[in-house]
């Protein structure tokens, strides 16, 4: 939030801001993507309804595809973005997008076989109920900016008053010296 603070500036439309967005969440997932989740912890089979065995197979080979195929299922299937969108957010052309995306399919398919169809519309169906509740959502993030804009001003404002006040002592002292020696 603090960079987009500070790119806040650039942005001229709103799909500049989104797509900033998109990328920096993709780079910071990325960073957490090394550590594996067990399947007691794992959101997506938290979520579903009492999970079919073959939906918690999807998500295991779906958590065991390489980083950028995996990435791109979960951009296309769980944000339901499209192959220029996903492009954006994983910071590569949109060949290399749909070239994973159809890597990651076919390996999904053959290791699931007919249930690939139902288990990828339960993982995106899962997916979607991630989303926090409505009270949650920062509906723009203009608004949120600005007033953090304003504690920095205020902020700003009330040091700037401390040093005036101390400037202001500072000066009444010399005055009074001054009239004290002559």
């Given at each position: 939030m603090q960079?987009s ?8 439309r709103t799909?500049?801001a ?5 990328h ?6 990325r960073q957490q993507?090394?550590?594996?989740i067990?399947e007691?912890?794992?959101c997506?089979?938290?979520?579903a ?8 197979a999807f998500?295991?080979?779906?958590r065991h595809l390489p980083?950028?195929q995996r ?5 296309s299937?769980?944000e339901?973005?499209?192959i220029r969108?996903?492009a954006?957010a994983m910071?590569c052309s949109t ?5 994973h995306?159809?890597a ?12 690939f169809a139902?288990q990828?519309?339960?993982?995106s169906?899962?997916y ?9 959502i920062?509906g723009?993030i ?9 504690r920095?001003?205020l902020k700003?404002?009330v ?5 005036a ?8 002292i010399?005055?009074i010296?001054r009239?004290?020696?002559?």
């Amino acid at each position: 939030m603090q960079q987009s603070v500070r790119m806040l500036p650039n942005w001229q439309r709103t799909e500049q801001a989104d797509n900033w967005f998109l990328h920096h969440t993709v780079l910071a997932a990325r960073q957490q993507s090394s550590r594996v989740i067990s399947e007691e912890r794992d959101c997506l089979a938290q979520r579903a309804e009492s999970p079919a065995t073959e939906y918690l197979a999807f998500l295991r080979v779906l958590r065991h595809l390489p980083q950028q195929q995996r990435e791109a299922v979960v951009l296309s299937r769980g944000e339901k973005l499209d192959i220029r969108q996903i492009a954006i957010a994983m910071d590569c052309s949109t060949t290399a997008v749909a070239n994973h995306l159809i890597a990651a399919n076919k390996t999904l398919s053959s290791l699931t076989g007919d249930s690939f169809a139902p288990q990828a519309e339960t993982f995106s169906r899962v997916y979607a109920c991630l989303t926090p509740p409505e009270p949650l959502i920062v509906g723009d993030i203009g608004a949120v900016c600005r007033r953090l804009m304003r504690r920095r001003l205020l902020k700003m404002a009330v040091r700037l008053s401390g040093v005036a006040v101390l400037a202001a002592m500072a000066w009444m002292i010399w005055r009074i010296s001054r009239i004290i020696v002559y």
